[in-house]
């Protein structure tokens, strides 16, 4: 099994739309959570850090369920910009950054 | 400020060559990371330095593949010989505290090797 397991898409949404990623991790020991953002040809970028009581940031929402080792984000109002692949990111114990292999998502006119 | 700064951007090369792939961390960060980015697995951690000093390099493939970070403003991964399966984009990524983001990549080197 994966350390971190995401749905690869690709997500085909309309602009304006809500969309939600999950990721779920494997190693129950994992402190903290993130999620990046990777344009396509790009390098990847810290989109927002994920905390257990949840956190919003603009029109972006993540949380966190550490009983189900469970990650989501939640993009309201799409914009075509949103278009990208959406990284969750697990830190480990031991100090390791483990990325999934990302959520394609594509915003359409 | 300048980011983190990796050399190539692109590199072409036979099997069985040489590859050697460049980085320079942002300064005043202690921690360097290296990760090699394919469809198939994604952003995999080859990788990484702490005050110049490996930590963990778990995630190198195979004796083909070493590292090395002579000091806090530059790092070396290094493929001898290369294959065919090496190729990818290689990462580079810097922070203050190790696996405190942001981790903050550089563009990457792409890697063809034919």
């Known amino acids: 099994r994966k350390e971190v397991e995401q749905d690869p898409g690709p997500f085909n949404v309309p602009e304006g739309a809500t969309v939600a990623f999950n990721c779920t991790y494997s190693n129950s020991a994992s402190q903290s959570f993130f999620w990046y953002r990777q344009d396509c040809r790009k390098e990847p970028k810290l989109l927002m850090s994920?905390?257990?009581s949840g956190n919003e940031d603009g029109r972006f929402t993540a949380q966190l369920n550490r009983a189900s080792q469970y990650i989501s984000l939640l993009i309201r109002d799409s914009k075509l910009s949103d278009s990208a692949t959406y990284l969750c990111v697990v830190n480990e114990s031991t100090d390791k950054l483990i990325f999934g292999t990302g959520t394609r998502l594509q915003v359409f006119p | 400020d300048a980011g983190v700064i990796q050399s190539p951007r692109h590199e072409v090369t036979e099997m069985g060559q040489e590859v050697t792939l460049r980085c320079k961390p942002i300064?005043?960060?202690?921690?360097l990371f290296w990760y090699r980015q394919t469809m198939m697995r994604g952003l995999e951690l080859l990788i990484y330095f702490n005050n110049n000093v490996p930590i963990d390099d778990s995630g190198m493939p195979e004796d083909r593949f070493s590292a090395k970070m002579p000091n806090a403003s530059f790092s070396t991964l290094k493929i001898q010989p290369s294959e065919p399966r090496d190729s990818a984009v290689y990462f580079c990524?810097?922070?203050?505290?190790?696996?405190?983001?942001?981790?903050?990549f550089g563009d990457g080197t792409r890697l063809s090797i034919l």
């Open positions: 994920v905390y257990s």
């Open positions: 990524a810097s922070s203050f505290i190790p696996g405190d983001p942001p981790q903050h």
């Open positions: 300064s005043g960060h202690n921690s």
